[in-house]
Antibody
Framework: EVQLVESGGGLVQPGGSLRLSCVAS????????MTWVRQAPEKGLEWVAN????????YYVDSVKGRFTISRDSAKNSLYLQMDSLRAEDTAIYYC????????????????WGQGTLLTVSS | SYELTQPPSVSVSPGQTARITCSGD??????AYWYQQKSGQAPVLVIY???KRPSGIPERFSGSSSGTMATLTISGAQVEDEADYYC???????????FGGGTKLTVL
């Protein structure tokens, strides 16, 4: 069974930093694209960043470029999101998601999702 | 930045067909994906690559795409299908991903 468990959320002051983690199990972690998606309170889903299987490709939404860094550690089956210079508008539930693989190859689009971790940026 | 546009809400009676649209300039060349999110839960993939259904998703869920519009169709909508639905796709570069604003489906 595919499992994705996020951790690391909490309350941070504006301008602060935090690192989110996502531990994966039930599949070969190194075979899949991984993605972070966030959802602000009472708002829609927002794609934040994704990373390919070996970490050589990383993409970010414009609003977090230069502040957030996505990374992965296949030895630990873990995905990370380092968040610096945090702002109030970064307050959201952050979901870790795994891309799917089909006969045509492996896609960056999410298939399986974790339950999310809440980040609150406030003084 | 690239945008996908969805109607904010759709309402149908049980057993009727619900259609949710998603428009975007890159959809003629990029796949659309659809996610269902029930209150307080993580999203679930219901349609991938425009029209494919993951295992475990009921057959009443189907997808199509033509030109700049993708459509999620729920044939014979059930009360348990009430949820927010989001389309998802890439911009023309393929590297910037985006969700539509979401559509709240009411079945009553």
């Amino acid at each position: 069974e595919v499992q994705l468990v996020e951790s690391g959320g909490g309350l941070v002051q504006p301008g602060g930093s935090l690192r989110l983690s996502c531990v994966a199990s039930g599949f070969t972690f190194s075979d899949h694209w991984m993605t972070w998606v966030r959802q602000a309170p009472e708002k829609g889903l927002e794609w934040v960043a994704n990373i390919n299987q070996d970490g050589s490709e990383k993409y970010y939404v414009d609003s977090v470029k230069g502040r957030f860094t996505i990374s992965r550690d296949s030895a630990k089956n873990s995905l990370y999101l380092q968040m610096d210079s945090l702002r109030a508008e970064d307050t959201a539930i952050y979901y870790c998601a795994r891309g799917y693989c089909s006969g045509g190859g492996c896609s960056r689009s999410p298939e399986h999702w974790g339950q999310g971790t809440l980040l609150t940026v406030s003084s | 930045s690239y945008e996908l546009t969805q109607p904010p809400s759709v309402s149908v009676s049980p057993g009727q067909t619900a259609r949710i649209t998603c428009s975007g300039d890159a959809l003629p060349k990029k796949y659309a994906y659809w996610y269902q999110q029930k209150s307080g839960q993580a999203p679930v993939l219901v349609i991938y690559e425009d029209s494919k259904r993951p295992s475990g998703i009921p057959e009443r869920f189907s997808g199509s795409s033509s030109g700049t519009m993708a459509t999620l169709t729920i044939s014979g909508a059930q009360v348990e299908d009430e949820a927010d639905y989001y389309c998802y796709s890439a911009d023309s570069s393929g590297n910037q991903m985006v969700f539509g604003g979401g559509t709240k489906l009411t079945v009553l």
